[in-house]
């Protein structure tokens, strides 16, 4: 903080002092006894007295000190005295003070050669309006200098240097980050320790995927063991915890139809008719002869073939 500066006032006078003609040297303009030489205000004789000569528009006036102070002196702010002639005078915001009134509110220090501040027109040296008035660091406890770069988040502050990533210490700055609790993350240090990681190529998920078996995936990632085709938002199995479109699943490990050779899945509903080690789908278990639909009814078995009652009894007549 720059702070504010005081203005010391100057004064367009002179001071002198009246000789009689014995004094005054040769070459020089005599003043004689019979001269009247007066104070202009209370026209009593400057003969033999100092005397200030001021600037009264019409030309250099001469007043006794007594005159002049009381004429032309400014009244101290802070004792309310006269500030004599003779005595240096520091000027702030229409106000005069002495050299020694001019002073912090708090520790009483001089501010006539210092910066300073005005806080409800009390003045205050720097130090103690930043005490008073500034906030300080989190991190370091120290005070944040007005004018000076800071970080404010969640009503707390610091020195920009002093806001650092938690896990590589490094200022953060204006780049982004990402709390947790009372630590701050730069955002690839978070993803490095907080960020799930994806069971089959081990980057971080920084957005969205999918949860198999308890374990999350890249949408990407999560494909068919067989086809390789991306499972996600669609219908799959598993085989010793391998993921399988069903398409490969029932190409692979499913039982084949009896009757149309295409795989039993039992997916979507489905459902099959089992017998002796072989396996139909419900539609196709049907009578090898006549085509008529045999669940839920009796049937015959001759060989390869399943027959309903009138096929069997014809073909043993």
């Not at 004599?84 to 050669?113: N, V, W």
Request: negative net charge; proline residues 4%; hydrophobic residues 25%.
């Amino acid at each position: 903080m720059s702070g504010d500066t005081a203005r010391e006032v100057g004064f367009d006078c002179q001071v002198a002092k009246v000789h009689s003609t014995a004094d005054i040297t040769s070459g020089m303009e005599q003043v004689t006894m019979s001269d009247r030489f007066d104070c202009d205000n209370c026209k009593e004789s400057l003969y033999g007295r100092k005397y200030i000569q001021a600037d009264g528009g019409e030309g250099d006036n001469p007043y006794c000190i007594p005159c002049y102070d009381s004429l032309f002196a400014n009244t101290c702010d802070e004792c309310k005295e006269l500030i004599g002639h003779d005595a240096r005078e520091l000027f702030y915001e229409d106000r005069h003070y002495h050299e020694h009134c001019f002073r912090c509110f708090r520790c009483d220090r001089s501010l006539a050669d210092e910066p300073f501040t005005s806080q409800d027109e009390a003045l205050l040296c720097n130090d103690c309006y930043c005490n008073e008035f500034s906030s300080k660091c989190v991190a370091c406890d120290k005070t944040v200098m007005p004018g000076t770069r800071k970080l404010e988040y969640g009503g707390s502050t610091w020195h920009e240097g002093c806001f650092i990533c938690h896990s590589c210490e490094q200022p953060i700055g204006s780049k982004s980050f990402i709390p947790d609790k009372d630590e701050h993350y730069c955002v690839s240090c978070y993803e490095d320790k907080f960020t799930p990681r994806c069971t089959r190529c081990k980057k971080a998920l920084a957005k969205g995927g999918v949860t198999y078996r308890d374990e999350p995936w890249h949408k990407e990632c999560f494909v068919c063991t067989g086809c390789k085709v991306q499972l996600a938002g669609q219908h799959f199995t598993s085989r010793e915890d391998n993921p399988y479109c069903l398409k490969c699943f029932g190409s692979l490990y499913s039982k084949k139809c009896e009757a149309c050779s295409k795989p039993i899945t039992g997916f979507g509903g489905g459902k099959y008719i089992s017998f002796e080690e072989r396996q139909w789908h419900q539609p196709c278990f049907t009578c090898t002869e006549c085509s008529v639909s045999l669940v839920g009814a009796g049937f015959f078995p001759n060989g390869d073939q399943i027959l309903c009652r009138d096929c069997n009894t014809n073909s043993n007549l």
